[in-house]
């Protein structure tokens, strides 16, 4: 099925180009700008930095004079507006009205725009009204989002053309979205209805092993006498500190390369002049270290 974005009478270059960025990312191409301020607004520096690559989308773009021009071959038509028009069409969002029109697509059957399965995947399926499913099956041709000008919007004579008014659910405040910016959330949240993009791959696993309980424990003796040569860590008064850090290391599930590296700097902060003077261990150091200690003695 063909999706179009039609910008009526734009005056910012850099929308254009920010709305070619916009399209592609969501895997779109159609775009379709009516009396533009710039003749040459694809040609534009600002146009092609916006694009940021897109270029392919600014070469396929089509200029025309008007919106007659714009809308040849589509057949459900959105307007973008803040607010509802008097005698327009219904005011709703974009992702309750997308659900709706897939839904109208999958009541048409295999003649709905050729839309594949994974388009029309079950779990974006919202009930129908059977008298509504022949309007919204009039979108298997292709399904047109307008937008209009940075200063004034879209017209009221244009906006009464279209089969629904599309509202993007914002601060009530501050609802004032850049063209290139509502463009994007139209564009995502139509991808997400026609059934999204595969997720990428997961990362591979890492193979590092964990260390054990040995390994974090000699770790914790090491930079305790790093701690203390830097003068951090008291060891007349050691409170709670090396506790807390034992429980942050076993939280962290650290392997016996992040162990080697956390060594590596302890001993470097060891290796300062002076530093090591002060590396007196702690009770808790002294301790932990007896075991090894006795080991070494019955060996």
């Given at each position: 099925m063909q999706t179009r974005f039609i910008l009526i009478q734009t005056s910012h270059a850099g929308n254009v180009g920010a709305a070619a960025r916009a399209m592609k990312t969501m895997g779109f191409d159609d775009l379709v700008l009516?009396?533009?301020?710039?003749?040459?607004?694809?040609?534009?520096?600002?146009t092609i930095q916006r694009a940021s690559g897109a270029l392919d989308v600014l070469e396929k773009c089509r200029i025309v004079d008007t919106l007659d021009e714009a809308l040849d071959g589509m057949t459900h038509l959105c307007a973008t507006a803040m607010t509802p028009r008097d005698f327009g069409p219904p005011t709703t969002t974009p992702r309750e009205h997308f659900a709706q029109l897939v839904a109208g697509m999958r009541a048409a059957g295999p003649r709905a725009g050729g839309i594949s399965a994974a388009e029309l995947a079950d779990q974006h399926a919202v009930p129908v009204h059977a008298a509504d499913a022949a309007f919204l099956s009039a979108a298997?041709?292709?399904?047109?989002?307008?937008?209009?000008?940075?200063?004034?919007?879209?017209?009221?004579?244009?906006?009464?053309?279209?089969?629904?008014?599309?509202?993007?659910p914002s601060n009530p405040q501050f609802g004032s979205l850049n063209i290139g910016a509502a463009l994007q959330v139209v564009a995502y949240d139509w991808r997400l209805a026609l059934g999204g993009f595969a997720d990428a791959?997961?990362?591979?696993?890492?193979?590092?092993?964990?260390?054990d309980a040995a390994q974090v424990s000699g770790m914790l003796t090491h930079l305790e006498q790093a701690l203390v040569a830097l003068e951090f860590l008291d060891p007349a008064a050691p409170k709670k500190l090396m506790p807390r850090l034992n429980a942050l290391f076993n939280r962290a599930a650290v392997t016996q390369e992040e162990i080697h590296i956390l060594r590596g700097i302890a001993k470097s902060i060891l290796q300062i002049p002076g530093a090591r003077q002060f590396a007196k261990p702690t009770p808790v150091a002294l301790a932990s270290a007896a075991p090894e200690q006795d080991r070494q003695t019955s060996g």
């Open positions: 009516v009396a533009p301020r710039w003749a040459n607004v694809l040609r534009r520096e600002e298997q041709t292709g399904v047109a989002f307008l937008f209009g000008s940075e200063r004034f919007g879209m017209r009221n004579e244009d906006v009464y053309r279209c089969h629904a008014c599309l509202s993007i791959p997961p990362l591979p696993q890492s193979n590092a092993k964990l260390a």
